[in-house]
């Protein structure tokens, strides 16, 4: 599946946090946005990876 993944975190520890988790998934194309091309599976993975550091 080919998703895409923007942010707008005011937090740059935060925000550094999340580009990290999602540089291991899809490719930087912005300065908050990330193209991937995952799995059902690894789609699962990077929600759980991202959400302890986005709020709710």
């Known amino acids: ?6 942010y707008d975190i005011p937090d740059d520890r935060r925000r550094t946090k999340v580009m990290k988790a999602l540089k291991d998934f899809g490719r930087h194309v912005q300065y908050s946005v990330f193209e991937c091309e995952i799995r059902r599976e690894d789609f699962k993975r990077l929600r759980e990876r991202l959400k302890p550091l986005l709020n709710p």
Do not use: A, E, L
């Open 1 to 6: 599946m080919f998703i895409v993944v923007s």
